[in-house]
Each structure stands twice: as structure tokens, then as C-alpha cells.
């Protein structure tokens, strides 16, 4: 299975509601839920992790303008999927479930995520 852009991975380890752990950068060691996924930058934003300040214009429903605190977008390869039975980061893989279709796993344990 091949990517249309030679540049992406056809299939990415994370995906939408994942529970993951930061493994370097800023926010090593951190946790949380994976909010969205951008696949085009192979970047993703977790769920109070990496927060940013963003400075907001003035606008009819906010006359005063503001300073917001958000989370910012992280590659995927500083992101590891908690395994939800150990409770540890884990390294996954694919492999054919009972029915014959595809489906993640955890290295660590062999369940399927």
C-alpha cells in the first residue's frame, strides 16, 4: 500500500482519540488524547500538551482582543501510543485480526489496540 505523495507513510501509527506520551522535546514525559491529526505535515495535537500563547486580534464579539493559551501541533515520530492494558508507552504494529483484516497491536503486549 502506497501514499499518493512519495513523501508520507501510507498508514500512520496514531490516530484520532489515541491516548499517547510525548517522548522528546519540551513536553517529554507528558500525556494526553489526541485531538486531530495532520496528515499532509505529519503533525498532531494532544490534549494539554505543548501549549502555546496566541495573541487574538480584536473583534465584534471580543472588542478588547485577548492572549489564549492553546495547544500546539507535535511530529508524530515524538509520539508513542500508551498501551491502554500496562499503561506504557508501546511501539505498534499491524497484523491480520480473527476476521482477516488489519489491525493495530501493541509490541509490547501482542493485544490489539
Do not use: Y
Request: charged share 30%; proline share 4%; net charge positive.
Amino acid at each position: 500500500m502506497e501514499s499518493k505523495n512519495k513523501n508520507l507513510p501510507a498508514k500512520l501509527h496514531i490516530r484520532k482519540g489515541d491516548t499517547v506520551k510525548v517522548i522528546s522535546g519540551n513536553a517529554k514525559g507528558e500525556s494526553g488524547v489526541i485531538k486531530t491529526v495532520l496528515i499532509e505535515k505529519s503533525r498532531a495535537t494532544v490534549e494539554g500538551v505543548n501549549l502555546i500563547t496566541k495573541h487574538v486580534k480584536p473583534n465584534a464579539q471580543n472588542p478588547q482582543g485577548s492572549i489564549e493559551k492553546r495547544e500546539g501541533t507535535i511530529h508524530i515520530s515524538n509520539l508513542m501510543v500508551v498501551d491502554p492494558k500496562t499503561g506504557e508507552a508501546t511501539r505498534t504494529g499491524r497484523k491480520a485480526n480473527d476476521k482477516g483484516k488489519l489491525q493495530r497491536f501493541s509490541k509490547k503486549s501482542g493485544d490489539f489496540l
